[in-house]
């Protein structure tokens, strides 16, 4: 170990060291993530630790590193930041927000959940999403502005929505790590609002996201003030849904959040007497009752529960297209703190 505490040396690790410190104290900021990003110099967003450790994550093998080494590294890594994880949610009623990485920020959905997150963190509650563009990053917008007037959020919008669509960058990096520079560009040009928007936010309100270089290729949302990156996705996903006491919001969203969606859903069915059931609010009734009718599988599958589930989710269970009937649900629920707050 040197003298910076970086692991230095081991089989797949790109120039003899590695790109990120496996053991934290803290989980990340986004001027930690993206030190060194500067819109006016093309490319920078490239030699961030952020795209850097994405770049090693992809050449050591994706979600199955290709050496012990580099599994033994993420492991390091994801276990430490989780334990950090706890002491940024201890005391908070942190509720989710779940959506589609694709939703445009010219469209009225996005705007829409921007204004739940805005509402939910006026409340007092911590949102927490996956960090990543659409659904996610406006949650955390909404959240950051929501100790402003409401005005600034409108003019935020204005802002992002020159760039609405998050471009296709699944190939940015190659399987032996190196990166298309034109995609680097693109990303480095779509990223670049946000980045700016984000940094002239004074006295953003708290919010955590829980992002993965899984979805690397994503630049993650620079509007949470506690980013819990992790290599692994399934820690990750999990991770999500169980410090999420106070209860998920899902919002437009495609196979990711129908994943979210079943996997709430599995833990609250087993919830031991209902006492550990957290809200699930839909929004949007036609979404997902007839785009994805997801709500009468649901129903269907709580029919069948022990009769004290059937309770809970009778009583938390809400679809509606209401954001403020929404954030009053989840601010009238009494949760348990998660057991991974310290």
């Not at 410190?21 to 803290?26: A, F, G, L, S, Y």
């Not at 110099?41 to 850097?52: I, K, L, N």
């Not at 959940?113 to 990053?137: F, I, N, Q």
């Not at 979210?260 to 550990?276: K, R």
Request: net charge negative; aromatic share 8%; proline share 6%.
């Amino acid at each position: 170990m040197s003298g910076d505490g970086i692991l230095r040396h081991g089989p797949g690790v790109p120039d003899g060291g590695l790109p990120f410190q496996p053991i934290r104290n803290t989980v990340y900021t986004a001027e930690e993530l993206f030190a060194g990003y500067q819109p006016s110099v093309q490319g920078s967003y490239g030699a961030t630790m952020d795209f850097r450790s994405y770049q090693w994550f992809v050449k050591t093998g994706r979600s199955t590193p290709i050496d012990p080494y580099a599994a033994m590294m993420r492991a390091l890594h994801d276990s430490s930041v989780t334990f950090d994880v706890g002491a940024v949610i201890a005391g908070r009623r942190v509720v989710g927000i779940m959506g589609g990485h694709q939703l445009p920020r010219d469209s009225a959905a996005y705007r829409s959940v921007a204004e739940l997150g805005r509402d939910l963190a006026r409340r007092d509650m911590l949102v927490c999403t996956g960090g990543g563009p659409g659904a996610m990053e406006a949650g955390h917008l909404g959240a950051a502005l929501s100790g402003h007037p409401d005005a600034k959020l409108d003019s935020a919008i204005s802002v992002l929505r020159a760039m609405p669509k998050m471009p296709t960058l699944i190939n940015i990096v190659g399987p032996d790590g190196t990166a298309d520079p034109g995609l680097v560009q693109i990303a480095h040009d779509w990223f670049a609002p946000a980045w700016e928007m984000s940094r002239a936010i004074v006295d953003p309100v708290a919010s955590i996201s829980i992002p993965t270089w899984h979805y690397g290729h994503e630049p993650t949302s620079p509007f949470a003030t506690h980013i819990a990156k992790l290599f692994q996705n399934s820690i990750r996903e999990d991770g999500l849904l169980t410090i999420a006491r106070q209860g998920i919001v899902f919002t437009q969203g495609s196979a990711g959040t129908l994943h979210e969606v079943f996997q709430d859903a599995e833990q609250n069915f087993y919830a031991a007497g209902g006492s550990l059931f957290s809200p699930m609010v839909f929004l949007d009734k036609q979404y997902w009752s007839k785009t994805l009718p997801v709500h009468q599988l649901v129903d269907a599958l709580f029919a069948t529960a022990d009769p004290a589930i059937v309770k809970a989710f009778e009583k938390l269970v809400l679809v509606t297209d209401d954001i403020h009937e929404a954030a009053e649900h989840l601010d009238a629920f009494q949760a348990d703190e998660s057991r991974l707050a310290r």
